[in-house]
């Protein structure tokens, strides 16, 4: 049976994930916060991940693909390790097996991606490059771009006292804070909060006193 969990794309969704309970997954050690969910125990599925120290996840294949972002700890595969501030994407029909030493907590999109999608891509904390976003000091480190669909993935940082423009979001955005406080006219964003604008939502970006965000662009019908 299919379970559906902010399944209409053309709401707006904005959740506070830390003030959200842990729900154990199959694997025992292995917990998520579920943010947006289509399908049953294998969905189109936005999450956060929380991985217990010694924990693993059994084997399992991406028929449409996966990505992730490591909040915290280290996230091991049979490909390596990645430490906080990785992104991994893992393209349709990958196959791995999750891990962790230490522990980690993750926030992951599956089933996702475009079945072309071919390129796995991995971008660790130390490998970033960063570029001004605007002349008022936001700046940008782009973690992946799809021409063919529009699709950016990025860090994005604001400085204290930022006020950007008002701009429309024509094919969707997806934030995560991860430092700081973000604000737009609709509400004020701490560490944690995850924001779904749908297609042609507007909205003016700023901060008091700065922040920084992971943002997904262009991937929303």
Not at 48 to 60: D, K, L, T
Not at 157 to 186: F, K, N, R, S
Request: glycine fraction near 10%; aromatic fraction near 8%; charge should be negative.
């Amino acid at each position: 049976m299919d379970e559906r969990l902010n399944a209409d794309f053309a709401q707006r969704i904005a959740i506070d994930t830390d003030a959200m309970p842990w729900q154990p997954s199959p694997s025992s050690g292995v917990d998520r916060r579920m943010l947006d969910r289509i399908g049953s125990e294998v969905a189109r599925a936005t999450s956060i991940v929380r991985y217990a120290p010694g924990s693993s996840f059994a084997p399992h294949r991406h028929d449409a693909g996966e990505e992730f972002l490591v909040l915290d700890g280290v996230f091991s595969d049979e490909h390596g390790d990645y430490h906080a501030g990785s992104y991994i994407r893992n393209e349709p029909g990958s196959v791995h097996t999750p891990r962790t030493g230490p522990g980690c907590v993750i926030f992951v999109k599956l089933r996702q991606m475009d079945t072309q999608d071919s390129v796995r891509v991995l971008r660790g904390s130390g490998e970033l490059a960063w570029e001004p976003l605007d002349v008022r000091g936001a700046r940008r480190a782009l973690l992946h771009a799809d021409p063919l669909s529009r699709e950016t993935v990025a860090l994005e940082e604001l400085p204290p006292g930022y006020a950007g423009i008002a701009a429309a979001c024509p094919h969707g955005e997806e934030i995560l804070v991860l430092d700081g406080t973000l604000a737009d006219e609709h509400g004020e964003y701490g560490r944690g909060f995850w924001i779904r604008n749908p297609a042609g939502f507007r909205r003016t970006l700023r901060s008091a006193g700065g922040a920084r965000y992971w943002v997904k662009r262009g991937h929303l019908p």
